[in-house]
């Protein structure tokens, strides 16, 4: 009777995972698996008596999976390439972690979040990764989820309005190149070596963030080497990392939580906008303390969104290289803190 009531159930997560991320993918929504795993979950967890749980393995190799990802899109020459630049560069990414901090406090004033949840709800940048280590943290990932994706949407919808009426830039002027010259069989090798070498760092380093950095740092490595040279990971191994995650924090989800987070989704949203002005001056101070222009800064500060701003500076002609080396940096610096951050919110909070 247990079996085919778990079977039932996890055919009913499948169903609504694909369904949801199709309808989901069609409107250009980010992460549009994640999200339908995340419903999946959700709407077992809220029909069915039967309580289902992800094995623990498999959600780790789907966090590590995550690692991979990452890593395979970080670019040690991009990141070579602030040259003098870099101490402004560092010091306007820690300005904007102090603002995703910030907001973090204004959220957690509410008694239903923790300071750790509303710190990591807001960080700004890596979304999927900290979701997947979310609840390690000691956050609840069900906000950190719902939070997260909602600060990259509004972002998305904000970025093209802000560019056209403060910068008028021309358009059409470059493209973003999303080719990939590897094939399948050397992105397999780029995945299988990264995830081995990476799960052994996470192993032999004992802290929480290790099950990403550690494939982060070997996919960065390799896919600086001619021989793993603009590799990626095969969809179907994102779409399953991703679904996996989705699933796993929607399984936690129950009627009291799900109304919970609908309540504070308003002042989330005013929360969100206001770190998106509070980043942007962070864009003209960077814009100020270096040579770039203006929009160049500007896109380099956006607090998530990152293939779409990557998108919006080649089609305008901004330095892409540099709007990655940024956006990169930031990514790094929040996943090397966040461990560091989860055990002093956590002391304070006690």
């Known amino acids: 009777m247990t079996l085919s009531a778990n079977v039932r159930g996890y055919a009913l997560i499948l169903a609504v995972t694909v369904v949801?991320?199709?309808?989901?993918?069609?409107?250009?929504?980010?992460?549009?698996?994640?999200?339908?795993?995340?419903?999946?979950?959700?709407?077992?967890?809220?029909?069915?008596?039967?309580?289902?749980?992800?094995?623990?393995?498999?959600?780790?190799?789907?966090?590590?999976?995550?690692?991979?990802?990452?890593?395979?899109?970080?670019?040690?020459?991009?990141?070579?390439?602030?040259?003098?630049?870099?101490?402004?560069?560092?010091?306007?990414?820690?300005?904007?972690?102090?603002?995703?901090?910030?907001?973090?406090?204004i959220l957690a004033l509410r008694p239903d979040v923790t300071p750790v949840t509303g710190a990591f709800a807001l960080i700004a940048g890596g979304a999927s990764g900290v979701v997947a280590i979310a609840r390690e943290l000691g956050a609840d990932d069900r906000v950190v989820t719902v939070v997260q994706y909602l600060r990259v949407l509004i972002v998305l919808i904000t970025m093209p309005v802000v560019t056209a009426l403060v910068f008028h830039p021309d358009h059409g002027i470059g493209s973003l190149d999303t080719s990939n010259p590897s094939d399948l069989g050397q992105s397999l090798a780029y995945v299988v070596l990264t995830l081995a070498l990476g799960l052994l760092i996470a192993r032999l380093v004992p802290i929480t963030t290790s099950i990403l950095l550690g494939p982060i740092v070997v996919g960065a490595i390799l896919v600086s080497t001619d021989w793993f040279d603009a590799v990626s990971v095969p969809a179907v191994l994102q779409w399953l990392a991703y679904a996996f995650i989705g699933i796993q924090v929607g399984l936690r989800f129950t009627r009291a939580s799900l109304a919970s987070i609908a309540r504070m989704l308003p002042v989330v949203t005013l929360i969100i906008l206001g770190m998106i002005v509070a980043t942007a001056a962070m864009g003209s101070l960077l814009a100020v303390l270096t040579p770039v222009d203006g929009l160049t800064a500007y896109l380099a500060t956006t607090p998530g969104g990152l293939f779409a701003v990557l998108a919006t500076a080649a089609d305008s002609g901004s330095d892409v290289t540099y709007v990655m080396a940024v956006q990169l940096v930031r990514l790094l610096v929040i996943l090397c803190l966040t461990p560091l951050l989860a055990r002093v919110l956590s002391r304070r909070a006690a």
């Open 20 to 105: 949801t991320s199709v309808a989901l993918a069609a409107v250009h929504v980010p992460s549009p698996v994640l999200f339908g795993g995340l419903v999946g979950g959700i709407v077992h967890a809220l029909t069915s008596p039967v309580p289902l749980t992800l094995p623990p393995r498999v959600f780790r190799l789907s966090q590590a999976m995550v690692g991979v990802i990452i890593g395979a899109g970080i670019s040690l020459s991009s990141l070579s390439a602030m040259g003098n630049d870099a101490v402004a560069i560092i010091a306007v990414t820690l300005g904007t972690v102090l603002i995703s901090l910030g907001a973090g406090r």
